[in-house]
């Protein structure tokens, strides 16, 4: 069958797309920016992508008339401040386009929306199932709460609380009730539900089995990990404040973070379980789920993270705009060094960032990240998603992969850090040189003394981690 991916670079849609191919089916991959779309060597023959704006109606028009079933896995939480009107128009947009095909079956996942009053998140996902479900295709909601796996944003949020804080003065939503399902049974869930008859046009809460409060699943990410935690709840932190706390202390973004506030004050409890018998499907536990997590993290084998969409970083972009550094107008940093050996030299490179670090004075990229959080940035907390591969859309602390091509020596980063401008960092080997140049153009007055009051520091930074980069390796 043709199945139409949308959300392929997506957290779950890159953990989807090998089942579906598994399972013998010819995959159209919807991309928004097709630089961004990197599957396994060993699914390129077997897939297509094709590049799509849902906001943007006349590029609708490349999906294919013949397919047979669709995926919706598409979200805009805290890209902007009107994502509710602009996931809606999505929703029409491409609902409009599959009357125009032979789809058969709409598959979509949202959230558990069981509460007459919802957060601005989860009305959202209800307004999309709604426009999604007045297709004249077969159409299936698959409700979800909270997703625990390697590289979500709930369980990546769990783990920056429990393992950075010993004790907790937290919110009183941390005694909300939920009932989170591990990603590989969302992924089950997905795969088993398309062209299922029993599943046409209705709608399903999915979660593990267990019912817990924020409160005894952070306790419970402790225990799994050997850490004894204190969690104390206080009646007075505002929704405002919740959000203050939630975003210092993990990687999250300013506005996710007020998006899932708001969302965490209302229960997101399954009302039954009748499609795990419809399917045949026993999802396991979250302690469960966390040891499958911390199998993945601890075997460098993450196939996706929420921290690599363009949400995690709050601004809402195109590779494309940035791949292209300019000159005209700018202040460039450029130095060369000579390498000894090009594949060691490479290996330093694309192991750039995260735990590694940037090779020399990382305490100022760790204070440079701080400063970040403090005006509402990224901060250097989101790391990378893999110890040894990075590929275009990736993020490295608080840039974002543009292009990255190891055969080419070549690593080509954008800042997504709040600054009067905008910054790339690149390294490029020639010549058997490393070259390695940071650009800055600023905006106004403004950027201009910012670039000079960094400049010391850059003398630092950039010709330390040069050397460090190009240092001959001792055998």
């Known amino acids: 069958m043709k199945i139409l991916l949308t959300g392929s670079t997506g957290y779950i849609g890159k953990r989807l797309l090998p089942v579906l191919v598994e399972a013998g089916h010819e995959v159209i991959c919807c991309?928004?920016?097709?630089k961004r779309f990197n599957p396994p060597e060993s699914l390129k023959l077997k897939i297509s992508v094709i590049e799509i704006d849902l906001l943007v109606e006349q590029s609708l028009d490349r999906i294919p008339n013949d397919i047979d079933a669709a995926y919706y896995l598409v979200h805009s939480m805290s890209s902007s401040s009107d994502y509710k009107s602009l996931e809606r128009t999505s929703a029409i947009n491409f609902r409009m386009a599959l009357q125009k095909t032979t789809v058969k079956h709409v598959i979509y996942l949202s959230g558990i929306v069981n509460e007459s009053k919802l957060s601005k998140h989860l009305s959202s996902r209800k307004d999309v199932e709604t426009e999604l479900g007045k297709g004249t295709y077969n159409f299936t909601t698959l409700r979800a709460g909270i997703?625990?796996?390697s590289g979500s944003a709930s369980f990546e949020i769990i783990r920056d609380l429990v393992e950075k804080l010993p004790i907790m003065i937290t919110p009183k939503w941390l005694q909300t009730k939920c009932q989170p399902i591990g990603v590989s049974d969302v992924?089950?869930?997905?795969?088993?539900?398309l062209f299922n008859t029993k599943t046409?046009?209705?709608n399903f809460d999915i979660g593990g089995p267990d019912v817990l409060s924020y409160k005894e699943m952070l306790l419970g990410f402790g225990k799994s990990r050997n850490l004894k935690r204190t969690i104390l709840v206080v009646p007075v932190m505002t929704p405002r404040l919740s959000s203050y706390w939630l975003y210092f202390v993990t990687s999250t973004s300013y506005k996710l973070a007020v998006s899932l506030v708001n969302s965490m004050k209302i229960e997101v409890v399954c009302r039954d379980n009748r499609i795990n018998a419809l399917?045949?499907?026993e999802p396991v536990s979250y302690e469960e789920s966390l040891?499958?997590?911390?199998?993945?993290v601890e075997n460098n084998a993450i196939v996706s993270s929420w921290k690599d969409s363009y949400s995690s970083s709050g601004i809402d972009f195109d590779i494309s705009e940035f791949i292209e550094v300019p000159t005209f107008g700018c202040f460039i940093d450029k130095r060369k060094r000579r390498i000894y050996n090009r594949t060691d030299c490479l290996n330093k490179i694309w192991s750039i960032g995260g735990n590694n670090g940037w090779y020399y004075a990382n305490w100022l990229w760790r204070f440079r990240g701080l400063l970040d959080k403090f005006v509402g940035g990224v901060g250097i907390r989101r790391g990378r998603t893999s110890l040894t591969f990075i590929n275009a859309g990736d993020t490295l602390d608080f840039w974002r992969v543009l292009f990255a091509d190891k055969e080419k020596g070549r690593l080509l980063l954008f800042a997504e850090?709040?600054?009067?401008?905008?910054?790339?960092?690149?390294?490029r080997i020639e010549n058997n040189q490393l070259v390695q140049t940071a650009t800055f153009r600023p905006l106004g007055?403004?950027?201009r003394l910012y670039w000079y009051s960094v400049l010391p520091f850059h003398g630092i930074i950039f010709r330390g981690m040069l050397r460090k980069i190009t240092k001959r390796n001792k055998t």
Do not use: Q
């Open 147 to 149: 997703i625990i796996g």
């Open 187 to 193: 992924i089950t869930f997905l795969s088993k539900s």
């Open 417 to 427: 850090m709040k600054l009067p401008g905008e910054a790339w960092l690149e390294f």
């Open 279 to 281: 399917l045949g499907v």
């Open 445 to 447: 007055i403004l950027g």
């Open 291 to 296: 040891l499958k997590a911390f199998n993945k």
């Open 200 to 202: 046409f046009n209705e």
């Open 31 to 34: 991309a928004r920016d097709v």
